[in-house]
Nanobody, 117 residues
């Protein structure tokens, strides 16, 4: 098992920047990612990063968001630039761990990001 704790959300004007952090309670060798749930919508993948640093992004955030990880601190980050009102939502940190023949998703508590126009 692992605990994930996000921080860094807040209120920002359109065009501004925020940086989110997600600290894991132990070293994670699997991919980790950021998801968001916009009001009235389903949770969607924003960005993910492998242990070695390979990344992928949702088309809507490419060129604006950067995911990174510091494996010495068991922490991943999401640098969000040029924020838009449609980026508003609750952002969740995630990882999926295998135990035997099963896999389980682990989620943080979420951090609110609000972008005003």
């Amino acid at each position: 098992q692992v605990q994930l704790v996000e921080s860094g959300g807040g209120l920002v004007q359109a065009g501004g920047s925020l940086k989110l952090s997600c600290a894991a309670s132990r070293r994670i060798f699997n991919a980790m990612g950021w998801y968001r749930r916009a009001p009235g919508q389903q949770r969607e993948l924003v960005a993910a990063i492998q242990f070695a640093g390979t990344t992928n992004y949702a088309d809507s955030v490419k060129g604006r968001f950067t995911i990174s990880r510091d494996n010495t601190k068991n922490t991943i980050y999401l640098q969000m630039n040029s924020l838009k009102p449609e980026d508003t939502g609750v952002y969740y940190c995630n990882t999926r761990l295998r135990a035997g023949y099963s896999e389980s998703d682990y989620w943080g508590q979420g951090t609110q990001v609000t972008v005003s126009s």
